[in-house]
């Protein structure tokens, strides 16, 4: 697969975009008053009455920081509308003392969006998936496994929409807050556990809180089909998460591939990691798992979606 051509084309609201690409930066998709909003990424070719499958898109940053546009992000986002994905790149709640649930509920209602907007942007509100990085990981993997669950669901702005989800990738994300340990400098995990990072109650205290916020907790028979990828010298989150979520998966029978990356730390994306090129391309095996799971063999057409 070619590297991205470094020439730029006109998009939507005079954004610049990629070629072959089109973005619209800024939508408002939360309740009024929200300053979160989001980027939406569509391939630049008419789809006429073609439906195309949507993903969800959030940024990590341990759940106080990071950026709906940062590198990352715009790589992924690119790359997927290249293959015929609409992304819709979230912003979410990073601060407050409503943090958590508030940034997952968020991300629920990046969902909803879509399926609100759905002739609007050409989805088809059947196939949509989730994915993220780093802490924007543990929260897609909240996402695809906690649809309908009463304290993690979002009341508005989308009453009755569904915020269930096809597929997920998780890249190096958190799966289990009262299982993860710090590493040594080779990415090797220590017995030293962390603190959680997404809310402020210590270890120890409101346990079903932490077990609420795990997604290894969450996971069934119904979950959706999982891509995890992780680097084996990750020194943020110890790679053992992706591998207790994968052994989690297994035992539920859950369709699931583990990509272990050998001498790659955090924050990869499907091509590089720190300005190098990663050992394998990540785009085909992430376009494949996507293809199978929301493209179906012949595509939906507007009059056949409501």
Known sequence: MAAFP????AGTNSTASPEGV???RDVVYLETGRKEKLDLYQPAAD??????PAMVLIHGGGWTGG???????????????RAGYVCASVEY????????????KDCKNAVRFLRAHARQYHVDPVNIGVLGGSAGGHLALLVAYTPGTPELTPGSPYPGISDSVKVCVDLYGITDLLTRR?????????GELRDAGLFPDPRGTNLEKWRLASPVNHVSSQSPPTLILHGMADTTVDRDQSMQ???TLAAAGVDYQLKLIPGVGH???????????????????????LDRHLKPRRPALISERP
């Not at 709640?93 to 997952?104: A, E, I, V, Y």
């Open 267 to 289: 924050t990869f994306d499907l091509e590089q990691w720190q300005h190098k090129s990663l050992p394998t391309d990540l785009r085909p095996l992430v376009i494949d798992f």
């Open 6 to 9: 470094v020439a730029f084309a």
């Open 22 to 24: 089109l973005i619209e």
């Open 245 to 247: 979520l994968a052994s």
């Open 93 to 104: 709640q990073k601060s407050g003392d409503n943090r958590w649930p508030t940034n997952l």
């Open 47 to 52: 789809p006429g009455k073609t439906l195309r």
């Open 67 to 81: 950026d709906k546009a940062q590198a990352r992000e715009l790589e992924i986002g690119t790359t997927l509308a």
């Open 182 to 190: 710090a590493t040594a400098g080779d990415g090797s995990p220590t």
